[in-house]
């Protein structure tokens, strides 16, 4: 195990990111307790081939950062009841906003999910 570490900045600068791929959502716990990591890969410019994150509550419904997350993946509403798994929206390609968050890190604000081509 290498004893040398590079200070990072705690995820991609804010700002906008016009072409990013969903690549999945993992489990995640901290001191508030269970959580869901969703992440995308930034796919062009500067930071191509990192990934920006959004840690979120396991409770999806219509005002929660989840929810408001599946819903723009899906790229349309989610009924009440109505199951979704992260797992199908893979590769999915669309915009994201990063914001920056109180501890000098960043946070996914909003994904915009790409329209497919007219056929």
């Known amino acids: 195990m290498t004893s040398e570490f590079t200070m990072g900045a705690g995820g991609v600068p804010a700002g906008t990111y016009p072409l990013t791929e ?52 899906k790229g349309g509403p989610i009924a009440i009841g109505e199951r979704f798994s992260f797992s199908h929206y893979c590769g999915v390609r669309g ?16 994904f915009l999910r790409q329209q497919a081509p007219p056929q």
Do not use: Y
Not at 48 to 64: D, H, V
Not at 95 to 110: H, K
């Open 22 to 73: 969903f690549a999945g959502v993992e489990d995640f716990q901290n001191q508030f307790g269970p959580g869901v990591k969703l992440r995308w890969r930034i796919l062009e410019g500067e930071h191509a081939g990192q990934e920006a994150t959004r840690i979120c509550s396991p409770n999806m419904s219509l005002k929660s950062a989840l929810g408001k997350m599946a819903v723009a993946l």
């Open 95 to 110: 915009s994201l906003i990063v914001e920056p968050t109180d501890n000098g890190g960043s946070r996914v604000s909003a």
